[in-house]
C-alpha cells in the first residue's frame, strides 16, 4: 500500500519516489499515526474519487 500511495503522490506533485516518501513520512509524524495508515487512507480516498458512480 505504501507503493501505491507514493505512485499517487507522485502524479499529483510531478515529484520522484524519494520526495513522495518524504511527504508520507512527515504526514505521518506530523498526524502522530503509522505510515502504514497514512498510505492507506490515502490510496483508499483516491479509489473512491476515482470510481464511477453507478
Same mark, same amino acid.
Given at each position: 500500500?505504501? @507503493? *501505491? #500511495?507514493? @505512485?499517487?503522490?507522485? $502524479?499529483?506533485?510531478? &515529484?520522484? $519516489?524519494?520526495? $513522495?516518501?518524504? &511527504? ?6 506530523? !498526524?502522530?499515526?503509522? !505510515? #502504514?495508515?497514512? #498510505?492507506?487512507? !490515502? #490510496?483508499? *480516498? =483516491?479509489?473512491? &474519487?476515482? !470510481?464511477? $458512480? =453507478?
Amino acid at each position: 500500500m505504501i @507503493g *501505491r #500511495a507514493k @505512485g499517487i503522490i507522485m $502524479a499529483r506533485r510531478d &515529484v520522484s $519516489a524519494e520526495e $513522495a516518501f518524504d &511527504v508520507l513520512r512527515r504526514s505521518s509524524q506530523n !498526524l502522530n499515526v503509522k !505510515l #502504514a495508515e497514512v #498510505a492507506s487512507a !490515502l #490510496a483508499t *480516498r =483516491h479509489t473512491d &474519487v476515482d !470510481l464511477p $458512480a =453507478h
